[in-house]
């Protein structure tokens, strides 16, 4: 009722900026901006704030909503052909260094000193990874993707569950801290039909865990194991491959023993699978990205309404501390293309959508836009979707933690390369074609193989521009 | 004088007047077909790695060509395509005759069952790929459902196991072009003459008989040219792979099409993904050649 109340009255003040300050676009020439992204709820924005725009900044937007996976090859097609096609883009952070590098993409450093995009304000793992290049700013935050472990708050809290846990494994049932830990849940929670679970017996199977099986992102769920075992993508000096370091296999080492307790089909499981197989409630625990904690407090789309517990992804033991990295994939930035025309009027619309209506755009399940800002995570009352404020602050801690702790996809050019070849070979490795070590052995060689087309040294200074932004974050060690 | 030229003239428009009305034509041909047929033809022989930015193509002579014999992706889904080639084509060609024979007799409801029949063809082939994605979900799909029911074990991991992914992916297809054999058969099979049935009757044969001698090397034309018709466009299969499996698990299901695209669009490399084109159009010419062959045999004898 209070949130309805604040919602109306922010409504109203909109409502008067717009007949009040009308005048401001008195006279002011009326561009039209061509806006591209991918096709679907995450455009809403620009829908709805059309009116402002046109009347705030003498903006009209044109959107273009192209399919999810096809959006970094249309970017890319009108970028090297200098089209100028674009002026606003919804960028995958993954292709900022591709882009930015290449110098498709405008710098917003002087812009931002005239219309703060209140950068401060958003989690540094982020902010540097995900929206500057080389130390400098050349998107501004969307979307906070970021991997975060969804786990069965209800079986978790069981009394005779939680007795039966320590009695097999000697210490209390708990949202696994450290990957082995994840390994001792999955194998507790894994049953077949017939047995029983939290008193009940099932008749279906009941699965200790699962994960995105589908070569365009298998490789995160298996890097969220690898960032927070020490491993690194290249080598900085010589862009020699790091991946089949031991962290590497270790990490596909427990990602192979953790398989006996997945579904039989995981290696198909692309988002929808996942987050079905958890909200259906039949599996323990998934690591997944924030908008299955919004879904899963709808019982339209959830059978585990309340029953949602989030924690960081594990990691590994470090000097007495749980040290563990979450994997970043997919999240969006908006970027505005080098050679756009109308680049301040681009900016105030891109910085509109970051700053002004954030909490909004975030917190409505009407997008599929994550939260990013540290106000973001101090607003629980707007995420309105949770059956209570506790449950929303939970969700909101859990993804904040794992954001902080954040690990970037590999950021240069030839990333989608890279990532496929990677996750052919995991993939291999899982089905048992290949060991662990043949198979990182392998993926490295087809990575050094990609890196010499691409050009060794530029693949190389591109890097090291990263590492460099990045180190001087402290984000990197 | 002034006759002799008016004639001349006119003559001479006349002879235009074709060419004029051709020629949209041709430069429409030219644009959209011969010269992108040429430009990639050239651009197989060059390294254009737009991935990296680079603007120009540059003359690579036969490199791209050369690394395809040490590409193991490029064979696994040479592999993969004769494996869906051999046993989905053939599986649409066995299961579409036995069905055109059985629709070719009289019965009431004919031609709704052949209507019925047609259903899967007409329906656009993303909704195809995303209704066979539901149906082998290995949890909640109705196949696996139906196989707990009637007691084969927990049911079968369609799409996540290296084994059944493509066998997968060819049920699927057989599915949706499976009427495509039985209607282009069937028509063939209402074009044999009814006389030469009866007069096999009044020599006595059986209907293994009248299958085998008559009505077997009626339909050799129409054979040929469906199963070459279909090789040609199951070599394209690219909309349920990208579907199902996205070409796994582990390239399991990856055909030449949807690496072929990967290499093109996803990975940006232009010139190595033009040579990939050409093979196989060169393997399709082959097969094409060797079925259009067979049917000059056919007319021969």
Known sequence: MKMAAIKMFIGLVLVGCLILGGGSSFGQEVVTLTVIGDAGHNLKPFEWYAPIFKEEFGVELKVIGVPFGELYEKEKIEFVAQTGAFDICIVYPKFIGD????????????????????????????????????????????????????????????????????????????????????????????????????????????????????????YAWWGNRFASMGGIYFNEET???????????????????????????????????????????????????????????????????????????????????????????????????????????????????????????????????????????????????????????????????????????????????????????ITKALTGEKSSKQALDDAAKEWENITARFDVEKQRKLYQKLIAGWRAAGLWE | MEKNRRARFSLSIEKRIPVLFVSPCVAVLLAVSIFPFLYSLWLSFNKWELGMGQRSPTFAWLNNYAHLFTDNRFWDSIENMAEVLIFGVGAQFLIGLGLALLLNRPFRGRRWVTTLFLLPMMICPVVVGCNWKMIYNYSYGPLNHILRIIGIGEGLNWLGSTHLALPSIIIADSWEWMPFMMIVLLAGLQSIPVELYEAAKVDGASGWQEFWYITLPSLKTIIIIAILIRMMDTFKLFDLVVLLTQGGPAGASETISYYNYLTGFKFFNMGYAASLAYIQLAVIIVIATFFLRSLRKGEGG
């Open chain 1, 239 to 425: 862009m020699k491959p790091a991946i089949n370091s031991k962290a590497g296999v270790d990490a596909l080492e427990n990602m192979k023993a953790a398989l006996p307790y997945c579904p039989p089909d995981v290696l198909a499981y692309g988002y929808e699978e996942l987050k079905d197989i958890f909200l259906n409630g039949d599996a323990a625990m998934v690591i997944q990205w924030p908008c299955v904690g919004k879904k899963g407090a709808d019982p339209k789309q959830s059978k585990i309404v309340g029953k949602i517990g989030l924690a960081p992804v594990p990691g590994i033991m470090k000097e007495g501390k749980v040290y563990s990295r979450a994997l970043m994939p997919c999240g969006r930035v908006l970027a505005i293309p080098a050679d756009s025309k109308h680049p301040w009027k681009a900016y105030q619309v891109i910085q509109w959508l970051a700053v002004v209506s954030s909490t909004a755009d975030v917190s409505t399940p009407l997008t599929g836009l994550d939260p990013y800002r540290f106000s973001h995570f101090e607003t629980p009352e707007a995420f309105e979707m949770f059956p209570t404020i506790e449950d929303a602050k939970v969700y909101l801690a859990g993804i904040k933690a794992n954001m902080s702790s954040g690990y970037p996809e590999p950021p240069i050019p030839g990333s989608v390369e890279y990532i496929d070849a990677l996750a052919v070979n």
């Open chain 1, 99 to 218: 882009f930015a590098g290449a110098g498709y993409l405008l710098n917003l450093d002087e812009y931002a000193s005239k219309l703060g995009p209140r950068m401060p304000d958003v989690v540094p793992g982020y902010r540097d990874f995900y929206c500057k290049f080389g130390g400098k700013l050349y998107a501004l935050p969307y979307d906070g993707d970021v991997l975060s472990l969804y786990y069965r708050k209800d079986l978790f809290e069981n009394a005779e569950e939680k007795a039966a846990f320590k009695k097999e494994f000697g210490y209390e049932l708990k949202a696994p801290a450290t990957w082995d830990e994840y390994l001792d849940v999955a194998k507790f929670f894994n049953h077949k039909p017939g047995e029983k679970l939290a008193g009940k017996t099932l008749k279906t199977p009941f699965y200790g865990t699962a994960f995105y099986g589908q070569r365009d992102q298998i």
